[in-house]
């Protein structure tokens, strides 16, 4: 029979948890801060319990999924946590990874912290490329790791309880830059000039093209040299930069987006480095710990 589970929070990516687990033959207990957003799972065969304390008695697999590390501190006060198994999907920060995890162990649970890598849709969707990092107990994890695989696949993230958010927020950070890249693009075109519709694939297919430059930059970061199989110069590169922010001009679109990492890419280029490509600015954002 399936591992029972507890399920602390119904909202968009809670429910399709629900969901995925419930159609998996696991018995699902859920708690949700506004009952009534619980109401459509219980007609799918969860159980509703009445408080968070309440959700965390009934299994020893406890999921949290809910709106920030706070919210998790605010469902979880006052539950008793000892023998349970909790598992926290919330997306936070590594620090706060790694202080819940502490706070749970000082609880008498075992923990694990999850980063989501998927939108509700797909969740319980086979090879739909959406998995969860996880990171701390691997305990927890090698012996709950078939029903951690249920909504999507489960990647190990290491025994430091901050290395699933910090994989997450790494990847998120990287996405923010393309979709700030995607905006920029569609600005200039200008609707009426070219439809954006027609525009969309060859931007799929140019940002897939692009895309693959990771594995140079990370060679160069692993070898700490930074000016090997370079074919795009950053001395070529601030010079077409000018293109780019004279293009935005004509077509007059604010160059906001783009001009913070053109600041950078100068200030390398300054420092005598236009032989590299884009590795040396990883150095140039790292502060000291200090
Ligand atoms: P929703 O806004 O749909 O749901 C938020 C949930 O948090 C609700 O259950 C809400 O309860 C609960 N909540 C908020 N504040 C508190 C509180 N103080 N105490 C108790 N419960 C609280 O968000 P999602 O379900 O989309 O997201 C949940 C988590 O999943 C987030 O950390 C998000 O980053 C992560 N995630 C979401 C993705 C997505 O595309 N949706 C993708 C990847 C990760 P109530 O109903 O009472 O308001």
Request: some cysteine; hydrophobic content about 50%.
């Amino acid at each position: 029979s399936r591992t029972p589970l507890t399920l602390l929070g119904a909202g968009a990516m809670g429910t399709a948890l629900a969901r995925a687990w419930l159609a998996a033959g696991h018995p699902v207990t859920v708690w949700n801060r506004t009952p009534a957003r619980a109401e459509a799972l219980a007609a799918e065969g969860a159980t509703v319990a009445a408080s968070a304390a309440e959700a965390v008695a009934a299994n020893r697999l406890v999921v949290a999924c809910l709106l920030d590390d706070a919210s998790v501190g605010d469902a979880l006060e006052g539950a008793d946590l000892a023998g349970r198994d909790l598992v926290n999907l919330t997306t936070g920060t590594p620090a706060e990874g790694r202080a819940r995890a502490a706070w749970a162990e000082a609880g008498g649970a075992r923990f694990l912290d999850g980063g989501i890598m998927a939108v509700p849709p797909m969740i319980g969707v086979a090879d739909s490329g959406g998995y969860v990092f996880y990171s701390g107990s691997p305990e927890l994890f090698e012996e709950h790791r078939d029903t951690l695989a249920v909504p999507a696949g489960a990647r190990w993230a290491g025994a430091d309880p901050g290395f699933a958010a910090l994989h997450d927020v790494a990847l998120l950070s990287a996405m923010s830059g393309m979709f700030a890249g995607i905006t920029h693009a569609f600005a200039l075109l200008r609707p009426e000039d070219i439809a954006p519709k027609d525009f969309a694939p060859l931007l799929v297919d140019w940002l897939t093209a692009m895309a693959p430059a990771a594995h140079q930059t990370a060679d160069q970061l692993e070898s700490g040299d930074y000016t090997s199989n370079v074919v795009s110069n950053l001395a070529m590169q601030v010079a077409g930069n000018a293109t780019l922010l004279r293009t935005a001009e004509e077509q007059r679109v604010s160059p906001e987006l783009l001009t913070p990492y053109m600041a950078l890419m100068e200030r390398r280029l300054a420092q005598g480095h236009g032989d590299e490509d884009g590795t040396g600015i990883v150095e140039l954002l790292a502060q000291d710990a200090s």
